[in-house]
């Protein structure tokens, strides 16, 4: 709380007193408006292959297989049947019934369209499951940080966002 105008200050004092009052008012507002957008936003929580969190490794294992059988099953290929292969990564969030909210290639395989290919893979494959009990409590958003290698053996690999 801030103190009440001092009746005996000088005028000027008085004017300088009160908009430094209105100046603390607003940086005051525009705090809590901050704190309040922070709070709406969603809890994000990152993953990896090198996750050690029981919950979230299992989870991940889980969602890999599942990619890694759709992708090896609708191998990605041109409209002339010719295969795409490559690697990329990309950024997979899930929400807590396990339902891809969005796919995000961070880095490109340089062809738009294994990129965009591989992004429908992932999301195709899920749902990946709801969240468990100590999931929910930490994130109400998954984001898997995984590459893609899309292999001359006709197969998808999934491994750690890192190059290797």
């Known amino acids: 709380q801030l ?12 004017d300088a007193a009160d908009q430094k009052r209105r100046q603390l008012l607003k ?4 705090i809590e408006e ?6 709406a936003r ?4 990152y993953i990896s292959p090198a996750t050690k969190q029981a919950a979230y490794a299992l989870y991940y294992d889980a969602l890999r297989r599942k ?37 995000e290639v961070v880095q490109s395989s340089g062809l738009a369209d294994l990129d965009r290919r591989a992004q429908a893979i992932a999301t195709a494959a899920g749902p990946f499951g709801d969240f468990t009990e100590e999931m929910r409590k930490q994130a109400d958003q ?8 899309f292999s001359r053996d006709n197969t998808l690999q999934t491994k750690g966002g890192e190059a290797q």
């Open 3 to 14: 103190p009440p105008p001092q009746p005996h200050k000088t005028q000027t004092a008085q």
């Open 142 to 149: 998954l984001a898997v940080v995984s590459r893609f290698i």
């Open 42 to 45: 969603p809890r994000k929580h």
């Open 27 to 30: 940086l005051l507002a525009e």
């Open 67 to 103: 990619i890694e059988a759709r992708g090896t099953r609708y191998f990605p290929a041109t409209s002339s049947g010719e295969k795409l292969y490559g690697e990329l990564t990309m950024i997979i969030t899930v929400n807590t019934d396990g339902r891809v909210l969005t796919t």
């Open 34 to 39: 901050r704190i309040n957008q922070d709070n």
